[in-house]
């Protein structure tokens, strides 16, 4: 199977910037569109942004120009680097990919779909 890994979260004072990583592992050979959610206390999960595998971008408008997204398609990973963090950023942060394929040692290429990360916690203090 695939798993997505998060790591990057932490404590840092409200101005300050985070990068978060979402890494792969598994026997990846494509993955579609990757995205970054967040989940604050009491709060639905929402989308913060997305990069599709072409490169293009989309923002949630209350980070947009502080957060960017990337990835290395060669590396299988995306990135998030976070600037001018607000507290109100803080929440569990959430690797997603809407599908990936992969190798499965037995089966062959193998398509899973709605990928998530456990999450990693972004705390902003003010």
């Known amino acids: 199977q695939v798993q997505l890994v998060e790591s990057g979260g932490g404590l840092v004072q409200a101005g300050g910037s985070l990068r978060l990583s979402c890494a792969t592992n598994?026997?990846?050979?494509?993955?579609?569109?990757m995205a970054w959610y967040r989940q604050a206390p009491g709060k639905q999960r929402e989308l913060v942004a997305q990069?599709?595998?072409?490169?293009?971008?989309n923002y949630d408008d209350s980070v947009k120009g502080r957060f960017t997204i990337s990835r290395d398609n060669a590396k299988k990973m995306a990135y998030l680097q976070m600037n001018s963090l607000k507290p109100e950023d803080t929440a569990v942060y959430y690797c997603n990919a809407d599908w990936i394929l992969f190798r499965d040692r037995a089966l062959g290429p193998k398509q899973v779909f709605d990928v998530w990360g456990q999450g990693t916690q972004v705390t902003v203090s003010s």
């Open positions: 598994g026997s990846i050979l494509n993955i579609n569109t």
């Open positions: 990069i599709l595998s072409g490169g293009s971008t």
